[in-house]
């Protein structure tokens, strides 16, 4: 009788790097990176993103900023500008996370970089959960949400990366990447919102705190889906 290969202690067969995924399915070279039109917006909207969130706070004093301190809770201020300054590097880190090129060309810079974003990441979820009590009520419950979520599924990505099964890493990351960007929508929504009628900043607010983090993740399951079975590039 026959035995399979649970039964004699073979080692179960493991993702391989990123690399080898690719090469074991084609022989072709990887596309230029010229040719990921998506890569250059998709900076220019997070560098957009980010200086219109962060210029407001630069160089003025506590009393000045946009969000005054919290007279409850004295380090809602600097725990504030604590997740700015660590989503920020989350926000940079990924672009070079989810750009194919760099990943198969130089591995070591996607590893680094990679890196940066779960320091990013972990510890900017935990202090916007605990600054979340205290910030306005409005959208709290939409925002608390994603910021479990995105920080669920970046340590499950960090962790299956560790584990070295890769297809279940980039999973993970590309639903993390989804979490991370639900920010640009609100800026879309409440400005948007502001300027076509009379619609009250609550109820854009609200929307701009669940929409972004739903239609993400919707959008990266849809494109999970439709391209299951090609080459990871």
């Known amino acids: 009788m026959t035995q399979n290969a649970e039964q004699v202690g073979t080692p179960a067969p493991r993702d391989d790097g990123p690399v080898k995924q690719a090469q074991a399915v084609t022989t072709g070279a990887p596309p230029r990176w010229w040719r990921r039109p998506w890569i ?3 900076v220019l909207v997070v560098a957009g993103f980010l200086i219109f969130q962060l210029s407001p706070f630069a160089g003025v004093a506590e009393s000045q900023a946009p969000i005054p301190p919290h007279d409850g809770f004295p380090l809602y201020y600097p725990l504030l500008i604590a997740h700015m300054a660590l989503g920020t590097v989350a926000m940079i880190a990924v672009c070079l996370q989810v750009w194919p090129w760099l990943r198969l060309r130089h591995p070591a810079v996607h590893r680094v970089s990679g890196r940066l974003y779960v320091l990013g990441a972990l510890p900017g ?3 916007g959960l605990v600054i979340m009590p205290f910030a306005p009520p409005v959208g709290q419950i939409g925002v608390s949400m994603a910021t479990i979520l995105w920080f669920a599924t970046t340590l499950a990505g960090f962790v299956a990366a560790r584990r070295r099964r890769y297809a279940l890493h980039r999973r993970y990351m ?5 979490l991370v960007m639900n920010n640009v929508w609100g800026i879309v929504i409440v400005n948007t919102g502001l300027a076509v009628g009379d619609i009250s900043i609550n109820y854009l607010l609200e929307a701009a705190r669940w929409v972004g983090w739903v239609v993400n993740l919707m959008l990266v ?4 889906y439709r391209t299951a079975g090609r080459r990871v590039v």
């Not at 590309?174 to 989804?178: D, E, I, K, R």
């Open 40 to 42: 250059i917006p998709l």
């Open 125 to 127: 979820a935990v202090i």
């Open 174 to 178: 590309l639903y993390s990447f989804a």
């Open 221 to 224: 399951q849809w494109w999970l």
